[in-house]
């Protein structure tokens, strides 16, 4: 027996280093590693769990209470550099003489665009000139009242004809007295009396006349007066508008920007009035479309970043200048023809999406930056919000999950809570959890309900 050893100590010695070494690997590798959920035999019956609970023993679970923490996110859309299209009318009807653009090229406001043949518009505007002067030199008979057709309105002379009927009738009362006086006397006869008397009444008749012409007179010749005056008035504001008229066959860009289109070419007759010529994009922003559930954390002058397909690695700074308060369903960016983003409902979603205009910061950067350009904006957003880690929340669908909370006496409960922000290393929890409550982060995949646990805080 010894000299059986003693020919084989070589290979007993390798057997008993061999049993060393297996029993050091299962016990600082193997275990440990067996023990651990995240092997592949851990929820299977032979794993670690199913020992446990065979023996009787509780199984061992990790706990983390919930805490409040800024919460860090990122909000990201598609979208596309947009600019704001102005219509340049050409509203006279004339020749188109000269245009002097073309499409493509960057304009400054009141920049001149285009002329018109003015020839007939000048002669109106001659025509306007002598019709103002015409008014005047009318409204200066009528207050001198010399204009054949005011005969009955002079005042003046009215005054002068009432003067002397008013002399006339005293006149002839006084020798109507005298000839009362005679005839009852007998000195003159009957026939005598009577003629004075006529005499009387057709001078007071002429009289009644000339008063009634006086007054007629007077009132006459304000009116007179305001008619000329209007007509003056009338004929400036003809002549103001002959001479805006004029000013139209002159088209010039309403504001800087780029001639998207020129509709007009030299020659051609503008046969419509107000008729666009011209197609100029003004400013430059970028419109990005955000999810639907992004749409309360999207506020007016929010910082953005916006990077460009065209110029990668570049990014823009921007700020939100606009949030259009509606949800479109068929806009997921500058173009879209699928649905996507599924969601839990089982099937396919359409795209619901809101519009953000983002006004870029640095406009010097925007040099090599054109309208249609397609690109992608980033907002950041930071808020205190109760979490948890990321492992301590299963079944996430549409919002929903649950996580298993351990209570003061390590007994343990599966609750429903509504998330928020999914992160890689946190979920916000918007319902559901109090703060400092404790819920399983590692081990609890495999628990039963009859299960008993041994609380690991982390």
């Known amino acids: ?74 909000l990201m859309g598609e979208g596309v550099c947009a600019s704001q299209p102005l219509l340049v009318p050409i509203i006279p009807m004339a020749l188109v003489e000269k245009v002097h653009v073309v499409e493509g090229q960057r304009v400054a406001a009141g920049e001149l665009l285009a002329t018109l043949d003015s020839g007939k518009a000048k002669i109106k505007y001659e025509s306007a000139k002598l019709a103002v002067s015409t008014a005047a030199a009318e409204l200066e008979r009528v207050r ?174 921007a700020h939100v200048a606009m949030v259009k308060p509606m949800v479109s369903f068929n806009n997921g960016g500058p173009e879209i023809s699928r649905p996507l983003r599924p969601r839990g409902s089982g099937s396919p979603e359409w795209a619901a999406t809101f519009k953000v205009k983002l006004d870029f910061k640095n406009h010097e950067a925007l040099e090599s930056v054109v309208t249609g350009m397609t690109g992608f904006a980033r907002l950041k957003i930071a808020n205190a919000s109760l979490t948890v880690p990321r492992a301590a929340v299963m079944s996430i669908s549409a919002s929903s999950a649950v996580v298993y909370v351990v209570a003061d006496d390590d007994a343990w409960s599966i609750r429903p809570v509504r998330v928020g922000h999914v992160g890689m290393d946190d979920v916000e929890i918007l319902h559901g959890l109090e703060p400092g ?22």
């Not at 008063?211 to 008619?227: D, N, T, Y």
């Open 1 to 74: 027996m010894k000299s059986l050893i003693a020919d084989n100590r070589g290979g007993l010695l390798l057997v008993l280093i061999t049993c060393v070494a297996l029993v050091v690997l299962t016990c600082w590798v193997i275990y440990p590693a067996y023990q651990k959920s995240n092997n592949g035999l851990y929820s299977s019956r032979l794993g670690y769990p199913s020992v446990l609970r065979s023996a009787g023993r509780a199984i061992p679970v990790t706990v983390k209470g919930a805490e409040i923490r800024e919460v860090e996110r990122y």
């Open 144 to 317: 001198l009242g010399s204009a054949y057709v005011l005969a009955q309105e002079r005042p003046e002379v009215e005054k002068i004809n009432l003067d002397a009927m008013q002399r006339q009738q005293n006149f002839a009362k006084e020798k109507l007295d005298r000839y009362d006086r005679a005839f009852k006397k007998g000195v003159i006869s009957k026939v005598a009396h009577l003629e004075a008397q006529e005499q009387y009444s057709k001078v007071t008749e002429q009289l009644s006349q000339a008063r009634l012409s006086m007054r007629m007179a007077e009132r006459g010749v304000l009116q007179s007066l305001k008619i000329a005056e209007n007509a003056l008035g009338d004929a400036q504001q003809a002549l103001a508008h002959r001479e805006e008229e004029l000013k139209a066959y002159h088209v010039y860009a309403p504001d800087a920007g780029v001639v998207d289109r020129v509709l007009i070419q030299s020659g051609e007759y503008n046969q419509d009035s107000g008729k666009p010529g011209f197609l100029i994009s003004n400013g430059l922003w970028f419109d990005v479309y955000f999810d639907q559930s992004d749409y309360a954390y999207v506020h007016h002058d929010q910082v953005a970043e916006v990077s460009l397909e065209s110029q990668p690695g570049n990014d823009l700074l």
């Open 437 to 458: 409550e404790q819920v399983i982060v590692d081990g609890q995949s495999t628990l039963k309900t009859d299960d008993k646990i041994e609380v690991h805080r982390k």
